[in-house]
Structures are given as structure tokens and as C-alpha cells.
């Protein structure tokens, strides 16, 4: 149900902002939304995974919360973001 390192690796060369970036807001974003579609995935299987579903709305809160950050620094940016992740807002 978590990313393993392969997959994490592979998010990380797609979406850093530079050479030895681990943890920008974008990347971080890529990560979180990742994991929301996977824990998404689970709980159609898993509907009264009560526990991995507050888990999952406090990612959707987190990731909100870097999206607007990002908005707020550099609103094209933002626009790049969404679309390369097929993110709606």
C-alpha cells in the first residue's frame, strides 16, 4: 500500500526542481498524490478501512496545503504542476 523505494526514486528524477532536490513542494506533491491514489485504490476494495481513510484525508489536507503554497510563490508554476499530475482544482 506505501510506495516502495523504486517508485519513490523514479518520482523523485521526474519531478525534483534540481540536481540533488529531495524535497521541494512539487516533489512532495508528486509523492502525496502518488500515495492518495493508491489508498484511494484500497478503500474501494476495503470500505470500512476507517483508519486508512482519516489517513487519506489528511494527505488530501496536506497536499492541499503545499498546493496553495506553491500558488502563492509562483502561480505558473502551480498551473505545470497540476496538469503534469492530471490534478483537478
Avoid: C, F, W
Wanted: hydrophobic share 35%; proline share 1%; charged share 30%.
Amino acid at each position: 500500500m506505501s510506495l516502495t523505494a523504486s517508485e519513490k526514486q523514479i518520482l523523485i528524477s521526474e519531478y525534483q526542481v534540481h540536481e540533488t532536490d529531495t524535497g521541494s513542494a512539487d516533489l512532495q506533491v508528486a509523492i502525496l498524490t502518488k500515495r492518495i491514489t493508491q489508498l484511494t485504490d484500497h478503500l474501494k476494495q476495503n470500505p470500512k478501512d476507517h483508519a486508512s481513510r482519516r489517513g487519506l484525508l489528511k494527505m488530501i489536507g496536506r497536499r492541499r496545503r503545499l498546493l496553495a503554497y506553491i500558488n502563492g510563490k509562483d502561480s505558473n508554476r502551480y498551473q505545470t504542476l497540476i496538469k503534469r499530475l492530471g490534478i483537478r482544482r
